[in-house]
């Protein structure tokens, strides 16, 4: 998928650099219980795997959905992350998902584009792969917060 000239435009490495060295070891709060372990940055676009344990199963033996979506919002969260002005968060206000595959233990491998953004909102598309098949997908609405004063 092709990154729109505006997003390539906005895009900081050395924030992306400093998220992925924070990502590295023992990630902390709901990230880290999910596994979730930042690869790599790109303008407008995140790569990320995530360790799903047999903690996280269903009685039926696959992944919980609310598993996929708690992912699902990380990932999409944190790719805007380099794009937006130093101070500023991001909030997801909507999500949309589609389970298309269960999931069961093992490496997720997922993918986060933006797919449009203003100084205050960004669309983001979300991508989860296991064994090698999608798995969930979805796309979210984010409000880009200033900083208060």
């Known amino acids: 998928m092709s990154i729109a000239p505006a997003i390539a435009e906005r895009y900081n490495e050395e924030i992306a650099q400093r998220f992925l060295e924070l990502g590295k070891g023992a990630a902390g709060g709901l990230p880290g219980y999910l596994g979730i372990e930042m690869v790599r940055f790109g303008p407008g676009q995140l790569w990320c795997t995530a360790q799903v344990t047999e903690e996280l199963l269903t009685p039926f033996g696959n992944v919980h959905g609310g598993v996929l979506a708690a992912i699902i919002d990380h990932i999409t969260g944190v790719v805007v992350y380099p794009l937006m002005k130093p101070g500023q968060w991001a909030a997801t206000t909507e999500v949309k998902l589609n389970y298309i595959a269960p999931v069961q233990t093992g490496q997720l491998e997922t993918e986060s584009t933006v797919l449009a ?13 296991y064994n090698g098949r999608l798995a969930c997908a979805a796309q979210g609405t984010l409000t880009i917060v200033d900083p208060k004063p």
Request: aromatic content about 0%; proline content about 0%; glycine content about 8%.
């Open 117 to 129: 953004m203003t100084k205050r909102s960004a669309v983001v598309r979300g991508e989860i792969h």
